[in-house]
């Protein structure tokens, strides 16, 4: 996002129109709208979401995140135009937009792979939406990682997609909490991860 901003003002001083950007807003400007929201409002919420969670959520088992990547294979594999076009009209008929789906899916993928019925993951949170007045024109890292907790026990398809998107949109009131927060507010006890999958 940040690259956008910086390419948009080159752009505009390349073609004579510098003067007519707005005004650079300081970075501490949104680190002083994250401090909105207390630690302790982040620590009760995060304690109510997680208190009980006493063992990490690891797929296969993988406990080992800390290393520098030797180990690490990336596998893509590109979604068809037909099914991208089915997502976004199953996502429209629940109500929620197809990010909501594939973390649903991806609750689905972890407690398949860890043999967890209750599960936590990371989700990286764009960190722009609580940022304050002008967020959207600040150049600056943003971004935060974050655990969600699903409960896949019983749960149909739908009870599972309003679980998801109501586990989400209660995280966006915390997108600026400290992962190291969150996880010294769970049972699982350092230096164990609460979460390997993201």
């Not at 135009?81 to 089915?86: E, G, S, V």
């Not at 197809?98 to 209750?118: E, I, K, M, Y």
């Not at 997609?161 to 949109?169: D, G, K, M």
Request: charged residues 15%; glycine residues 8%.
């Amino acid at each position: 996002y940040s690259m956008q901003i910086i390419l948009r003002e080159i752009t505009a001083f390349r073609e004579g129109r510098g003067q007519a950007l707005p005004v650079s807003l300081p970075y501490r400007n949104f680190i002083a709208a994250t401090r909105a929201v207390p630690a302790s409002a982040h620590e009760a919420w995060f304690r109510a979401q997680l208190g009980d969670i006493d063992a990490p959520t690891a797929p296969f088992g993988l406990l080992d995140i800390q290393g520098a990547g030797e180990q690490v294979r990336e596998a893509k594999l590109a979604i068809d135009p037909d099914l991208a076009l089915a997502v976004r009209a199953m996502a429209r008929q629940y109500g929620v937009s197809p990010g909501v789906l594939f973390h649903t899916a991806w609750s689905r993928v972890v407690g398949q792979c860890s043999g967890r019925d209750d599960v936590v993951f990371g989700t990286v949170l764009s960190g722009r939406l609580q940022g304050g007045e002008g967020a959207d024109r600040v150049i600056g890292m943003f971004i935060n990682t974050l655990p969600v907790r699903v409960s896949l026990a019983t749960a149909s398809v739908s009870e599972a997609v309003a679980a998801t998107y109501r586990a989400l949109s209660e995280l966006l009131a915390h997108e600026q909490a400290s992962l190291t927060l969150a996880q010294a507010c769970s049972g699982v006890s350092a230096p164990l991860p609460l979460f390997t999958a993201l």
